[in-house]
């Protein structure tokens, strides 16, 4: 009973990090229609300037504000620099661009950085709560990691829903001719759609990072089963994203406590196909009652 109560709220834990990745995907998607396979590797790049900050002797919450700005700027830089010019064309470019940008980034991080395992800080405690005689595998840190992603995804939910900017970021990204024609800067939307999740994305790179030992490629991982998790939710819903990502977070911890971690790439690769092939457009999408 105890193995079971612990694997489960691993799989919480887990799949909280795995929500807020998805989140930035969901973000970057409904407010541009592009799926950024570079938002793990700006994440790192990210988290790795909270580091630099942090091991020069500034505080951690330091060093977590300036990994969000940082992922602020560098998502509209790299809009405005390298996905402005192949937005108009087929949307295989943008995706290659991403992936060539996945590949760069990493590559840069190694270089200013240096390719070794560093181990990074976490705000709270991570020893688990104890419940009589027992200790829980759920700890404070684990607590903050779930209640950030539950306040991103209501900040998202009430961007879109709720305020102008995410209705004209909505427009800008499904019809940009007919957004223009009704005064909406499409321009203007699509660096601050790329900007706000990179800032989503930045949060999911210091929650993985914390407490854990971090190099220029620990968020690969994180990569594929956000996008899972994306995927199994639906790109249009950011409370998908959520489910979603606790969904994959759980059926992987149980996976590796009770067959093997060797097995975990493969569990998610089968429930990627599951999904794609019963549901394709998520759990949570209604995209097909909006395609134009």
Do not use: C, K
Not at 91 to 119: K, W
């Amino acid at each position: 009973m105890q193995q079971f109560l612990n694997v489960t709220l691993g799989g919480l834990s887990q799949g909280a990090i795995y929500a807020a990745f998805a989140l930035a995907l969901v973000l970057i998607w409904r407010a541009t229609r592009i799926i950024n396979f570079a938002q793990g590797s700006m994440a790192m790049f990210s988290t790795y300037i909270a580091l630099v900050l942090i091991e020069s002797g500034q505080s951690y919450w330091a060093g977590f504000a300036a990994a969000l700005l940082a992922g602020l700027v560098l998502g509209a830089l790299i809009e405005r620099v390298v996905i402005r010019p192949v937005e108009g064309g087929p949307e295989l470019n943008a995706v290659i661009v991403t992936l060539g940008l996945f590949v760069a980034i990493q590559a840069l991080a190694a270089i200013l950085f240096g390719a070794s395992f560093e181990s990074f800080p976490a705000p709270f405690g991570l020893s688990g709560f104890s419940v009589g005689e027992f200790t829980v595998a759920f700890t404070p840190f684990s607590a903050f990691v779930i209640g950030s992603v539950v306040v991103v995804m209501l900040a998202l939910v009430a961007l879109f829903r709720f305020t102008d900017i995410g209705l004209r970021m909505r427009a800008s990204a499904f019809n940009q001719e007919v957004a223009r024609l009704l005064g909406v800067r499409v321009g203007n939307m699509l660096t601050l759609g790329w900007a706000f999740a990179a800032v989503v994305g930045s949060l999911a790179g210091l929650l993985i990072a914390g407490g854990n030992l971090v190099h220029p490629a620990y968020m690969d991982p994180v990569i594929v089963y956000g996008f899972v998790a994306a995927v199994l939710g639906g790109l249009e819903s950011p409370a998908g994203a959520v489910v979603g990502g606790l969904l994959i977070g759980l059926a992987l911890s149980y996976v590796s406590g009770y067959l093997g971690s060797e097995l975990v790439t493969l569990a998610a690769l089968g429930i990627l196909v599951a999904v794609l092939l019963v549901r394709p457009h998520g759990l949570f999408s209604r995209t097909t009652a909006r395609r134009v």
